[in-house]
């Protein structure tokens, strides 16, 4: 890239890559009175595939692998990337936007999910890369830093979310298991010498299999491996299904079946099985014939069965399972999709972070809430989740007005922990042991291993973690707040950490600052109470703990994770820049499809860019990147106080009017700052103009309201379509493209 001041703004799917058709034009207007070139790159779901299989397409068709690019260019200084989300696609997502992609015209291969040939191998292997969390372990060459900033916590204190009510006699529960998971079985060791490493499966009969081959390890890099017994969990759900029964409260499944995309979807597959094991059993032979795996969850099962001479039959056995057993809480009460019907349907740091909030509770089938036994079969985060529902049931619901605020330091770089563990995760044909062994034969670490078990491997890289520390000490020194490292010293990983992390903040002066290592049960405890007198605690986490810290805090403070700051400082000096949480938000896109009416939320896009600006005036030498950035501060704030954040239906301002303030708003603030009197002249004709047709532009932004759209695909829409309908003033386009 021949100019440095250039940020790359990446095209992700659903709801933020429609918003990103009303902004991204707006954004790349204002940054070029600087001489900043904003670039997007297209990460979707549906691009992904289409870089993957080249060999597939017409020379017209190939695609850049723009993942690859963002990948290698996150390891340079100049790296200024704004990451929005993406869909981190289930197997139904999956195949839902292969079959869109080749109704295009493109003639991608089908999804092989149990491939019977080499060839089907091999477009397998290639679909892996697209699947689950394809996109974040590519990117994230740093580790986090999320809080809420200021202006946003300022305003969810004076204007609080609804909290659902908490009660001492909530019959919410979480269940996990008591043996037989990852966290039971886990082992740990740092390796001592640098070394290669490989995976094998030696059968009780002889037999031998390479799981992985092999790759390399360096010195003081903390390998884990672990299992999660299949039998064991089976048994478990049927304690957890029996207590849901004699509680009478729904029953509810928590995994991350997209993030963890080899082990959850097993586990969910196997939750789906045993409740239903009695129709699994009795339709043996026809499920067979129909190829129906649980792991796909009750949606794939009942498309399957369509038009089948048994269908009926089988819908009747399904519903008479569903009476007699625990009722299953719904994810869509009104279109009866339950909690068991497609796996990504059902992330826990989501739904357990709205069930918290929520009091509790979860929707029935008749759209109402009520308590219920929450299965998170491994404990290694189950804790997590029981501990603060144990806190609420005893102190009731926190106050949004009062409470202290929850930033997040996370360890994440390099692939860090369980979200680098998809291609050393393994469901085991046969009993054995699974050794990883380097290349001398020595074992580094064995698992005993049954049929059906999940085997999984994890690395964690040394830099990362000082890096890690470093970063956690910086935020504690800066705001002048106490940091919580959240490491249980029963847990084999975490030991190991906790000995590099006592090793490594030795390196600094900790003199008036209060750091703590404390295990995840008593850490949560601990951050509750100072937060509940109104203190605020930083988490220091590790990738997975992350994830689920960033969604309950913020969801509990703000009412949404997708308003927090999420700064990703670069291992070798670049930005990453992270416009909040909250996934792509598929309810969203099917609102704007089905009645013109997009009710997602940039202000994660707006924060994130406010700080891409100021990153790049420091690296880059721009003053005039400053000016934009203080400005877009500025106008960050009156765009909260004056409540421009879009309503949830149509005749409300939407996200393209949130847009339009936001914009209106930047410009004033760039027209009445000194600091830069060009970007002062020029943008003081562009406020004007704005104000003056502020009137007429939210009457045609409204006008676009209230009919269904055509936007001419899901996973790949047509962009001139897409276009049309988020641009939808003509006044404010013509006021923004005369810049």
Not at 624 to 636: I, P, S, T
């Amino acid at each position: 890239m021949s100019n440095n001041s250039t940020i790359i703004y990446t095209y992700t799917d659903e709801a933020p890559m429609l918003a990103t058709h009303s902004l991204l034009p707006i954004i790349q207007k204002y940054a070029s009175t600087a001489g900043i070139n904003v670039e997007s790159r297209d990460i979707s779901l549906a691009g992904r595939i289409l870089a993957n299989f080249p060999e597939y397409l017409t020379e017209e068709q190939k695609t850049a692998d723009a993942l690859a690019e963002l990948g290698e260019l996150a390891t340079k200084p100049e790296a200024n990337i704004i990451k929005l989300p993406n869909i981190s696609a289930s197997v139904p997502q999956l195949e839902e936007a292969i079959a869109e992609l080749q109704k295009h015209g493109y003639a991608v291969p089908n999804y092989p999910a149990e491939p019977k040939t080499e060839e089907e191998t091999a477009i397998n292997k290639k679909y892996a890369k697209v699947l689950g969390s394809a996109v974040n372990p590519v990117l994230r060459e740093g580790n986090s830093d999320r809080r809420a900033p200021k202006a946003v916590k300022n305003y969810a204190k004076a204007h609080p979310h609804r909290m659902g009510v908490w009660t001492a006699d909530s019959k919410t529960s979480v269940a996990h298991m008591n043996n037989g998971d990852f966290y039971g079985t886990e082992n740990s060791t740092t390796v001592e010498n640098e070394c290669k490493y490989r995976i094998v499966f030696y059968g009780n009969d002889g037999s031998s299999k390479v799981l992985k081959d092999f790759a390399p390890l360096k010195a003081g890099e903390v390998i884990d491996s672990s299992v999660m017994n299949i039998a064991a969990l089976k048994s478990f759900v049927k304690e957890a299904i029996k207590e849901a029964k004699e509680k009478n409260v729904l029953l509810s499944a928590h995994l991350k079946a997209t993030m963890m995309k080899v082990s959850d979807p097993i586990i969910f597959g196997a939750i789906v099985e045993t409740y239903f094991a009695d129709v699994f059993e009795k339709y043996a032979a026809t499920f067979n014939e129909l190829d129906i795996n649980p792991n796909f969850g009750l949606a794939t099962l009942f498309e399957k069965i369509a038009g089948h001479a048994q269908e009926a039959e089988i819908k009747a056995d399904i519903e008479k399972t569903i009476e007699n057993g625990p009722r299953i809480a719904m994810v869509n009460s009104d279109k009866g999709i339950t909690n068991f019907h497609v796996s990504s349907d059902v992330i826990v740091d989501a739904s357990m972070a709205a069930l918290v909030r929520g009091g509790g509770k979860m929707w029935n089938k008749e759209g109402k809430e009520e308590d219920t036994v929450c299965i998170i079969p491994d404990r290694t985060y189950a804790g997590f989740y029981d501990a603060i529902v144990e806190e609420m049931k005893q102190n009731g619901a926190i106050d949004p007005t009062t409470f202290g605020t929850v930033p997040n330091v996370g360890l994440m770089a390099q692939k860090a922990e369980e979200y680098g563990s998809h291609d050393k995760t393994f469901q085991i044909s046969g009993e054995g042991t699974v050794k990883i062994e380097d290349e001398n034969g020595t074992t580094l670490l064995e698992q005993n291993v049954q049929n059906g078990d999940i085997f999984r491997m994890c690395q964690t890289k040394d830099a990362p973690i000082q890096d890690w520390v470093k970063l956690a000490v910086n935020r504690a020194r800066l705001s002048n707040t106490p940091a919580i490292f959240w490491l249980d010293k029963g847990r084999a990983h975490d030991a190991q950490i906790i000995k590099k992390v006592e090793k490594y903040l030795q390196n600094y002066d900790l003199t008036g600052l209060d750091i703590r290592i404390m295990d995840v049960k008593d850490a949560m405890l601990e951050t509750l109470k100072r937060g509940r007198e109104g203190k605020d605690t930083i988490s220091v986490s590790g990738n997975v703990l992350r994830d689920y810290l960033t969604d309950m805090f913020p969801i509990l403070e703000l009412g949404t994770s997708a308003k927090m700051l999420s700064i990703v400082p670069l291992m070798n000096g670049g930005g990453l820049f992270e416009t909040g949480a909250g996934g792509s938000a598929p309810k969203h896109i099917q609102q704007f499809l089905e009645e013109g009416y997009l009710r997602w939320d940039s202000l994660g896009e707006f924060l994130a860019l406010q700080a891409s600006l100021e990153h790049l005036s420091q690296t880059q030498n721009n003053p005039k990147a400053q000016v934009l950035a203080d400005a877009l501060d500025e106008a960050n704030a009156k765009f909260l106080a004056t409540d421009k954040s879009p309503a949830r239906k149509v005749g409300g301002i939407d996200n393209r009017g949130s847009h339009f303030y936001l914009a209106m708003y930047w410009a004033e603030a760039l027209a009445n700052q000194t600091a830069d009197a060009e970007l002062a002249a020029t943008f003081a004709p562009i406020a004007q103009s704005m104000q003056e047709n502020e009137a007429k532009i939210n009457e045609e932004l409204i006008g676009a309201q209230g009919k269904s759209q055509d936007i001419g695909g899901y996973y790949q829409p047509d962009s001139t379509k897409t276009y049309a309908a988020m641009r939808a003033s003509a006044t404010l386009n013509a006021i923004v493209d005369s810049l």
